[in-house]
């Protein structure tokens, strides 16, 4: 099964999951954001994302359709090798990583930024580095 290592603050937490959620709130705008993340051989790739308003960069594409009071599209950017959170501890929330019934609360407090990637160990569940 794929896993997601989960890098911060010179640690790492392994995740069975090959399906994620990331969601944050904008710092200047106070709009939740939400994005749904797969595990595919490629590397880290975007199925949807969310966005509760619209504001100072944050204006949902042409193609976003509102669905229960967000609006919702795909993005189109390519499969990541990872993906790098900012830890700067001045947002009014951390950021949010869901997966498998699990949630974490990544960067609430100002220091090295917190990056996600798929595992190239299989020891899920473990804590490391």
């Known amino acids: 099964m794929p896993a997601l290592c989960v890098l911060s603050a010179g640690k790492t937490i392994t995740l069975a999951a090959?399906?994620?959620t990331l969601s944050w709130t904008h710092s200047v705008e106070r709009v939740r954001w939400e994005e749904d993340w797969r595990l595919t051989p490629a590397g880290l790739e975007i199925v949807e994302a969310r966005v509760k308003g619209s504001g100072a960069g944050m204006?949902?594409?042409a193609d976003a359709v509102l669905?229960?009071?967000w609006w919702t599209?795909?993005?189109?950017i390519p499969p990541?090798?990872?993906?790098?959170l900012a830890a700067s501890g001045a947002t009014p929330s951390p950021w949010?990583?869901?997966a498998g019934g699990a949630?974490?609360?990544?960067g609430a407090t100002a220091g090295e930024p917190?990056?996600?990637?798929?595992?190239?160990e299989p020891d899920v569940g473990t804590s490391k580095r």
Not at 73 to 76: A, D, H, I, L, V
């Open 18 to 20: 090959s399906l994620f």
């Open 59 to 61: 204006e949902p594409p």
């Open 67 to 69: 669905k229960n009071g």
């Open 73 to 76: 599209y795909r993005p189109t």
């Open 80 to 84: 990541r090798e990872q993906i790098v």
């Open 96 to 98: 949010r990583l869901c």
């Open 103 to 106: 949630c974490l609360d990544l």
């Open 114 to 120: 917190v990056t996600l990637e798929a595992c190239t």
